[in-house]
């Protein structure tokens, strides 16, 4: 009878003991909600990586996480900072909600209001730029202002005002407190010392950490790496020869916040995406295995547009693996809606299935881009809007490009001298283009309506 009744009162205690370790282990760090860590450098095209062609440029960090990840080679952005923005934040097109050059309209719903909902901590680091300074729209000067953007935390740039360096003597907003930190201090150093903070206190919560990037935006000045910056005197010289230290820099920091992961036990169940928000500045030229490369920011031929995009989640990334499905920056707030079993309305469409690789991904075959700068006549000229596969591009001008063969774009395609396969594939275009839903012709910095 003992035996039987230590039986029984085991089998009791299993049965109380069990469900309480499992939601244990359920709750515990390592089986919690995915981290996200979004990376976004300013000004640097897909030809700048090592990984994607580049003999010039030292990125052995990206190069690395590229070759363990998901590297995707048709990736694209809008061709300059602000539209770039308003679009990867909000998985819209520019015709929706892009208003004024350095302007997020605050009634619209970010990434960031997306992980707040699903419990995330949430934080901002680097450039801001989207308080709408330039045409003082009621609310630029509120300090405050990213907080309400879905940002909990955030040390930025360029909140409130054009003034103070975004490199030495940084003039940053941190929660609320705008200061300049003198000219021994470096801006890149701070946003990132500032993200491996939020990572620390964070290991134990889900968490989204957005870093839109200073580097590598003009003016192309020394970094605390290079030999000018012992001399206090040539911090802000400003010279094209210093964008290779620079890019080395913006690497170093990519690897900063890499072993910030690791070294609080939160890499593996970590995200990590890194793109840029537009091609290279059109003063460099930077050289690749095939050829030598025009920056063309501002511009929307191929090399404006075309950006890296590396993703790697260690969880599920157990094989590297090149991604060549066309990418634009409407896909990432449904990719992240994806990431949480939740649905969203945008422009664009969940790429987690290439990262997870849980799903066969079904490819996209044509992407839409719509362009209306609204900043200078440099930029203006380029503006409109056009649908484009990975070896087709249509204008609603009309204009027909074979961008493998042309990818300057300098002969455009003649309608009656196409193939049947190009007509076919400039009808779809042109189907796609349909979706525009207004366009401004007088362009200027003024409101887009949406009809």
């Given amino acids: 009878m003992g035996n039987i009744h230590c039986l029984v009162v085991f089998i009791i205690i299993q049965l109380f003991y069990i469900p ?38 030292s990125t052995p960090v990206l190069d690395r996480i590229a070759k363990k990840g998901t590297r995707f080679t048709q990736c694209y952005s809008q061709p300059l900072c602000t539209p770039s923005r308003v679009k990867i934040m909000t998985g819209k097109h520019n015709f929706r909600n892009y208003e004024y050059f350095g302007y997020l309209n605050e009634n619209e719903k970010t990434f960031g209001h997306l992980m707040q909902e ?21 609310g630029y000067d509120d300090l405050t202002r990213p907080g309400k953007m879905g940002f909990e935390e955030f040390a930025l740039w360029q909140v409130t005002d054009n003034n103070g360096s975004r490199y030495a003597n940084p003039y940053i907003n941190t929660n609320g407190v705008a200061k300049f930190y003198g000219i021994d201090k470096y801006g890149p150093d701070i ?27 003009s003016p192309f000045v020394p970094t605390p790496d290079s030999p000018e910056w012992l001399d206090k005197t040539l911090r802000d010289k400003n010279d094209t020869s210093f964008f290779a230290d620079m890019m080395n820099y913006t690497d170093k920091i ?88 939740n649905s969203v309305e945008t422009d664009g469409n969940s790429f987690l299935p290439a990262i997870s690789s849980k799903d066969p991904q079904k490819e996209q075959d044509k992407i839409l881009i719509y362009y209306d700068p609204m900043w200078n006549s440099r930029v203006n000229k380029y503006r409109g809007y056009f649908a484009q596969t990975t070896g087709y591009k249509l204008y609603n001008s009309g204009k027909f490009y074979n961008i493998k063969n042309d990818i300057l774009e300098e002969n455009p395609l003649i309608y009656d001298n196409l193939s049947g396969k190009e007509k076919n594939i400039y009808n779809e275009l042109k189907k796609e283009l349909k979706k525009v839903t207004h366009w401004n012709p007088d362009g200027g910095a003024k409101p887009n309506p949406v009809e």
Wanted: proline share 5%; glycine share 6%; with cysteine.
């Fill in 20 to 57: 309480f370790e499992t939601g244990n282990k359920h709750n515990s760090p390592k089986n919690q909600k995915p981290n996200i860590v979004l990376i976004m450098a300013d000004d640097m095209g897909y030809e700048t990586l090592g990984v994607n062609g580049s003999v010039e440029y």
């Fill in 118 to 138: 699903a419990g995330y901590k949430t934080c901002i680091v680097g450039k801001w730029q989207l308080n709408g300074i330039v045409f003082k729209i009621p």
């Fill in 191 to 217: 946003f990132s010392d500032y993200a491996v903070d939020f990572i620390k206190r964070n290991k134990n919560n889900p968490f989204f950490l957005y870093y839109p990037m200073v580097l590598v935006h």
């Fill in 254 to 341: 990519v690897g900063k916040i890499e072993e910030a992961l690791q070294d609080n036990n939160v890499y593996e169940n970590t995200l990590f995406i890194f793109t840029a928000d537009n091609g290279t500045h059109f003063t460099i030229y930077s050289n690749t295995k095939d050829r030598v490369v025009k920056g063309a920011k501002g511009n929307t031929i191929t090399d404006g547009t075309h950006v890296p995009l590396i993703a790697h989640w260690p969880k599920y990334n157990e094989n590297s693996s090149v991604c060549s499905n066309l990418i634009s920056f409407a896909d990432f707030m449904p990719t992240f809606a994806d990431l949480l079993d």
